[in-house]
Structure formats: structure tokens, C-alpha cells
């Protein structure tokens, strides 16, 4: 049985993509806004959340920090089009983000930095 990941954008077309850059290395499920996200990490938990950082009405380091407490094991990766946000930087420091990967970026380049994420995620003890 594949492990699961929660997508996370506003944009059904980067869902899309984002699920295609999986390759099917993972059963997605996915959810267009921080409040269906967070229904879903409320019912179960997955090995990996990929959101984006900007949405409409909230933002994904906020998703990340409330995902945190409730499935401390879980990688927890930021998309986003900025880097030199002071916010996304802090969230970095802080252990709610595991990585932040900058777009654009190429699927495999991406799928990596996931797979990468999701092992190191698993090995770290519970927060």
C-alpha cells in the first residue's frame, strides 16, 4: 500500500502538477483550501503535507503549525513563488516547516526534495 500525502494549493492546475511530479510514488489526496486541508488532517494521518504558501484567506505556514501539533511525524513542505519572506524563514527555524522549495521547480527535483523530506520526517523522534 502506497503512503498517503495531502496537496495543498488553491489552484487546481498546481494540484495537477503536483500530483503528476509524485509520479505515483504516493496516494494523493488533495484539497483546495486551508479549511478542507484541514478537515482532512483531522480524520487521518499522512506521511507528507505539500501546501502552498499563499492562498486566499490563509497561508500554509499556519497550516503547517496546526498540522505539527496534530501529526508531529508528518513532513510538512512549503511551495511558494518567495523565499526571502521573514515569516516563511521563521517558520523554518521553528520545526513547523521540514523544507520550503521555491517555484518554480522541476517535477523531479521536486519529487526528491519530497521523498527526502518524508525519510528524514519518519527518523526524527517525536516532537
Known sequence: MKSRVLLVDDDPDVLDWLERALGGVYSVERAESVAAAETALSR?????????????????????????????????????GFSDDPTLRAALRSGDVHRLVVKPVESAILRDVIEATVRAAAMKPSE
Open 44 to 80: 487521518e494521518a499522512f506521511v507528507a503535507l505539500i501546501t502552498d504558501e499563499h492562498m486566499p484567506g490563509a497561508r500554509g505556514v499556519a497550516l503547517c503549525a496546526r498540522a505539527r501539533l496534530l501529526h508531529p511525524q508528518m513532513a510538512r513542505i512549503l511551495v511558494s
